[in-house]
């Protein structure tokens, strides 16, 4: 059973997309850390659930590990990222639609590559392949590679520099509409949340616009409690959440260890929002 105490911890990365830890490692990782429930969310692949879940059964104290995803959407020219939880993972259709996005991401990956090529950096394409593995690419390995390589000291200034919207190695988005992954995620029994709203840019009118819209197009929830963020930032969004009838997740969005964010910390939860947890669709294995 849920309560106030369960430690739940909804948005995080592996090493099947961008993140730095093996499915194995963040579920040991979460349960070092006190995490009750967890959702692995990587870049538009469940390529990581089944060594994770592999791994929590063979714990003498298994976490709940609640399906999950993170799609990348296109909304007036934003890369806008959708959570997809507690969905059937063999569901056909959502595997035809996660195999397109990750053609899409190598592609697009393929193009980063020639723009940094044009701006003076060579051989990032295939550094940032070797970063990733079998992962699909993301900016995130292009980071990585830039920041080991000596071209720039830090991830943020990577993106500051190359790889944010509008910077030489962006590629416009080509990414689908929000509708179409919210119908992906829900003809596969999930729930479908807007990812970190804060975390697009948006001045305060836009963001509205954007939470509107995610509802209209069929959205369940949002993310509401962040690893990261202002005391401000978190009244906002629980406000926008109960607005606009959704309901509210947590997630730390955890990549890598770091000094500042870890698996389920700083996701304390205030009262008064409807949880994801708390709806008929919510089913863990
Ligand atoms: P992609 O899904 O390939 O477009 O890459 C998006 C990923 O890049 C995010 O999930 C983050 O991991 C990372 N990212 C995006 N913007 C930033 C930023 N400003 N600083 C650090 N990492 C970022
Ligand atoms: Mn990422
Ligand atoms: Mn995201
Ligand atoms: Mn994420």
Redo the contacts with the bound molecule.
Sequence with gaps: MITEQTCIDLHC?STAS?GALSPSDVVARALNNGVDVLAITD?DTIGGLAAAQQFNQQQPQPLQLVTGVEI?TRWHAC?I?IVGLAFDCEHPPLLAFLAQQRQL?ELRAQEIGQRLEKAGIDGAYQGAKLLAGDAA????HY?RYLVETGVVDD??KV??RY??RGKTGYVPNTWGDMQTAIAAIHAAGGIAVLAHPSGYQLKGKWLKKLVREFKDAGGDAMEVVLGQQSPDDLVQLAQLANLNGLMASVGSDF?FPGRWLDLGKNLRRPKGLNWVWQTEQWTVE
């Design positions: 990365h961008d870049h990348s890369d990222h991401r690419l993301s900016r995130g980071a991830i943020s993106f500051k790889l944010a990549h």
